[in-house]
Each structure stands twice: as structure tokens, then as C-alpha cells.
């Protein structure tokens, strides 16, 4: 297996991992251009790729894969949400995703039901998705306040970082020696980073409109905010369980 990397830092992220499956979370991470070494305040995405142009390639383009299959995934499970309903909560054998289904509907249910007046659950499965809902939020917060920081590396040796700025402005620092083959390579990395951000901003979109849906559907008022975890929980485990059916790539060897 060729020795490569996708992480993001400096983010607060739910459970660690990006729902999307496509980049490692790490909580600190510094980086160096110049004489001084900066531990970046911003949300940091750092591609680490071999030193063959060839593999770094195929690693790539394979990333861009997997984010494709992400976005499918994602859209697939707005689907399997808007179809959702509270009032004809049966599904036969053969439908994908009963017990995700189920579980959101309780958590509808139980809605309905007099219960206390804290947002926080109960259960202790229900408060780990709590907790990992508000974690997914102040990681969502934090890439809107500070955009993006993308930084790329050959062989350990890193060869440009790039922030971009909310008027779309590009920023980029490139060290020294830098070849044109290594520029394209980093312009391939902001442009999965660019893409990666947009689909969790699409994950947040799809999360909120379909707890808004739910609510509606089952008249409950003030229930939109209540089901968010829920919601959370759901396409997080309707997208597990399709990554299941990915094909094999070496970029998530």
C-alpha cells in the first residue's frame, strides 16, 4: 500500500470521522513555510501523497471517486427521508434501511408523548447523537467562519498551501522548487477539499430539511429542532451502511 493521507484538523468533529468517509479527522496539526512553524486557528485539509506522479495520480482520482459515491449517498438518503412519514410507518422485508427507519420514527413518536422539558435524552445511545448533532454544527460554524486552508505534500516534503478566501479569492503559497507537475497536484487537492466542503454543507442542508419535514408531517410543534439529532443519527447510519457496497480503492486502503 503506497503511503498516503487526507486529514482535516483543527475542527471539532462528531466521533472523529467525516460522515462523508472521505477524510481522516485530527484535532492538532502544524505545518511549516519558511522559518516560522504556524499551528493553523482554521479548519486545515491537508493531502499527503507518494512521490510517484504516477500513484499520486490514481490516489487522486480515486479520492474523487469515493466523493462522488458520498454525494450519491447523501442524495439517496434525502430520498429515503422525504419518503418518510409518520402516519404509514410500515415497510416490507425487502425495503433498504427498516431499522434506521424505525428508529427515526420513535424518536417521532416519543415527541408525541408528554415527556420533560430538557432538550438532552434520556437514553444514552440518543445523547451520543445529541452530542455528536452539536459537534457536526460547530464543525459546520467553523468551516463557514474561516472557509478553507488546503496544504498539499510530496513525500513528506509540502509544496504549497492555499486559502480561500469567501469572495472566492485564492491565496496560495508554494515552496521552493515547486514543479509545475506539483502545482497541478495541489490544484486537484483544493479542488476536493472545495468539493468535500460543499457536500457537508449539502449533509447539514439535508439534515435540517428533512427534521423540518418530519415535523410537519407528524404536527408537532416545535419538533424540528427536537428531531435534529435524530435526523443526524439516521443519515449517518444510511450512510455507514452504503459504504458498505463502495468498490475497493486504494485511497481508503
Request: aromatic share 8%.
Amino acid at each position: 500500500m503506497m503511503e498516503h493521507s487526507f486529514t482535516l484538523s483543527g475542527v471539532v468533529a462528531p466521533g472523529d470521522w467525516d460522515p462523508l468517509g472521505i477524510w481522516d479527522v485530527r484535532r492538532e496539526h502544524a505545518v511549516s513555510f519558511g522559518v516560522q512553524a504556524t499551528v493553523p486557528a482554521e479548519p486545515t485539509w491537508r493531502v499527503e501523497l507518494p512521490d510517484s506522479p504516477a500513484d499520486a495520480q490514481a490516489i487522486l482520482a480515486d479520492k474523487a471517486r469515493a466523493l462522488e459515491l458520498a454525494r450519491s449517498n447523501l442524495a439517496q438518503a434525502n430520498r429515503e427521508l422525504a419518503r418518510l412519514s409518520p402516519t404509514a410507518p410500515s415497510f416490507g422485508p425487502s425495503e433498504q434501511f427498516v431499522a434506521q427507519k424505525n428508529a427515526l420514527l420513535t424518536a417521532v413518536d416519543e415527541l408525541q408523548e408528554p415527556v420533560s422539558f430538557g432538550l438532552l435524552p434520556d437514553k444514552v445511545e440518543d445523547q451520543e447523537s445529541y452530542r455528536q448533532w452539536l459537534a457536526f454544527t460547530e464543525q459546520i460554524r467553523q468551516m463557514i467562519a474561516h472557509y478553507a486552508r488546503i496544504e498539499t505534500a510530496i513525500e513528506g516534503a509540502d509544496i504549497g498551501v492555499t486559502a480561500v478566501g469567501w469572495t472566492g479569492d485564492f491565496e496560495t503559497t508554494w515552496e521552493p522548487e515547486t514543479t509545475p507537475s506539483d502545482m497541478r497536484t495541489h490544484l486537484q487537492s483544493v479542488h476536493l477539499v472545495l468539493s468535500s466542503r460543499i457536500a457537508l454543507l449539502r449533509l447539514a442542508s439535508v439534515i435540517a430539511t428533512g427534521a423540518a419535514s418530519l415535523a410537519v408531517k407528524a404536527a408537532i410543534p416545535g419538533a424540528q429542532v427536537l428531531l435534529l439529532p435524530a435526523v443526524w443519527k439516521f443519515v449517518r447510519d444510511v450512510l455507514k451502511e452504503l459504504r458498505q457496497s463502495w468498490p475497493q480503492l486504494q485511497a481508503l486502503a
